[in-house]
Every structure is written in structure tokens, then in C-alpha cells.
């Protein structure tokens, strides 16, 4: 390639693509690489070399292996970015204890993509200030009722009754994430 040979890349990409597409299904489809992802690292790693053929030292090892070693290092970094870019969180409940000494406990176990979601549809999720309110403290992964009903101003109500209206405002954000995560 280095001296100027027209179909070097072509002929490189020919017999290097499928190994190169195999070797980083292999090695990272545990981490979420798919079929798809394998082959766009390949050929990401392919056109790196043909537009910089000087960054591969043909003395410091074998072509292959290189390749491979490149391929790891964007393998890792789509990794990174990809949780960087979901930002996933969980929704925990608020837990009260009522009458009787039972605690109240939503299943902590709803993911979304927060971040990507708020910024898209913000004016969906929040409709006033106390919606603000209740997505903040979410997001905060505030447990606490005591919290939610001081920045509620719920403070007048009795301990059921604050119960009841901290459950139905966060269900109402809750359902609200739920039917954006769809879009």
C-alpha cells in the first residue's frame, strides 16, 4: 500500500474482512459484540490501516496480530461509550412503613435509558412543577417518603394519605418513562 498500489486494499480487505469479523465475534460477543458490530470493527480497523498504512511497524509483529490488537482497543471503547451514552438507572421505590408494620416496594428492577429519554421528551414526562419534583428525586434514587412529601408539600397529610400521593405521582412518571422507552 505504502507504494501506492491500486488494489493492495482491496486484496487486504478481501482476505483479511471475514477472519478479522470472526476473530472479534469470538473474542467479545460476550460483551454485546453481534454479528453486525463484529463486522463494522473489522472493517473500521481495515480502513484505518489503508488511510494510515505507516501506524502498523512490520517489525514489531504480524500484520494479523496487529489488527487483532486494534480491533480490541475499539471493541472496548464501543463498550464504554455505549454505557456512557445509556446512562442506565434504576428506579427504586419509596418505601413507607404503614399500619401494621408492613413496608410498601415497588419491583426495583425497571431499566431505562434515562438520559437519552429526558432529553428527547422532557415537556412528555414532566407536566408541572411537582412532576419536576418527583423526577428529580428519582433520579437522585431517593428512598425516603419524607423527602418526596417535603418536596411535595404534602406535609399535611397523614402518613397514608402522603403514601397514596407519593405511589400515584411516581407511577405517573414510572408509566410516562415506560411509553417514551418505546419511541
Request: proline residues 3%; contains cysteine; glycine residues 6%.
Amino acid at each position: 500500500m505504502l507504494e501506492g498500489d491500486p488494489i493492495a486494499s482491496a486484496d487486504l480487505i478481501e482476505t483479511l474482512y471475514l477472519p478479522l469479523t470472526s476473530y472479534a465475534l469470538k473474542k467479545h460477543h460476550r460483551f454485546g459484540v453481534d454479528r453486525d458490530r463484529a463486522a463494522d470493527l473489522a472493517l473500521n480497523v481495515l480502513v484505518s490501516l489503508i488511510e494510515r498504512p505507516e501506524q502498523f511497524q512490520d517489525g514489531r509483529g504480524n500484520l494479523f496480530g496487529y489488527l487483532c490488537m486494534a480491533l480490541d482497543g475499539d471493541a472496548i471503547n464501543w463498550g464504554r461509550d455505549l454505557r456512557n451514552r445509556e446512562q442506565i438507572f434504576s428506579m427504586h421505590a419509596v418505601e413507607v412503613q404503614e399500619i401494621g408494620g408492613n413496608t410498601y416496594e415497588v419491583d426495583p428492577g425497571i431499566k431505562m435509558d434515562a438520559m437519552g429519554i429526558l432529553e428527547r421528551n422532557f415537556d412528555e414526562i414532566v407536566s408541572d412543577p411537582s412532576d419536576e419534583a418527583v423526577l428529580s428525586l428519582i433520579l437522585q434514587d431517593e428512598r425516603d417518603y419524607s423527602v418526596y412529601a417535603k418536596a411535595l408539600q404534602l406535609n399535611d397529610l397523614s402518613v397514608n394519605a402522603q403514601t397514596a400521593e407519593i405511589k400515584r405521582r411516581k407511577d405517573r412518571i414510572e408509566k410516562r418513562l415506560k411509553r417514551l422507552k418505546g419511541k
